[in-house]
C-alpha cells in the first residue's frame, strides 16, 4: 500500500511563489512515477504535470511558471509554482502509479488572490 501526503498549500499573492510537497511511503518506487493533478471549484480534476526519465508534461497554462522534480533518496515529488495566478486556485493532488494502481494524496489548498 502507497501512502501520499502533501503540503506547501496556502494562500498567496497573485505573482507570489508556493512549493507543494509530496511524501511517498509504503513502498519504494521511483519519483517519476508521481505528477500533480488539481480541482477547481465546480471544475473536473485535471493532469498539471508528469514526467518519465525523458520528459516532462505540464498543462499549457502552468509552462514556464511550474516546475516539477524529486527527491528519490526521500521518495518525495516537489512542485514549484511561480508567478501564481487567480486561477491556478484549486486542491493540489499528489497522485502516483505504481505498478498499474493509481494512489492519491488527500490535497492541499492552493488559493491565488488576486
Known amino acids: 500500500q502507497v ?3 502533501e503540503s506547501g498549500g496556502g494562500l498567496v499573492q497573485a505573482g507570489g511563489s508556493l512549493r507543494l ?3 511517498a511511503s509504503g513502498r519504494t518506487f521511483s519519483t517519476y512515477d508521481m505528477g500533480w493533478f ?3 471549484p465546480g471544475k473536473d480534476r485535471e493532469f498539471v504535470v508528469g514526467r518519465s526519465v525523458d520528459s516532462t508534461y ?3 497554462s502552468v509552462k514556464g511558471r511550474f516546475t516539477i522534480s524529486g527527491d528519490n533518496a526521500k521518495n518525495t515529488v516537489y512542485l514549484q509554482m511561480n508567478s501564481l495566478k487567480p486561477e491556478d486556485t484549486a ?3 499528489c497522485a502516483a502509479n505504481v ?3 493509481s494512489y492519491w ?3 492541499t ?3 491565488v488572490s488576486s
Do not use: D, E, H, M
Open 91 to 93: 486542491v493540489y493532488y
Open 21 to 23: 510537497s509530496c511524501a
Open 99 to 101: 505498478g498499474g494502481t
Open 58 to 60: 505540464y498543462l499549457n
Open 109 to 111: 489548498q492552493v488559493t
Open 105 to 107: 494524496g488527500q490535497g
Open 38 to 40: 488539481r480541482q477547481a
Open 3 to 5: 501512502q501520499l501526503v
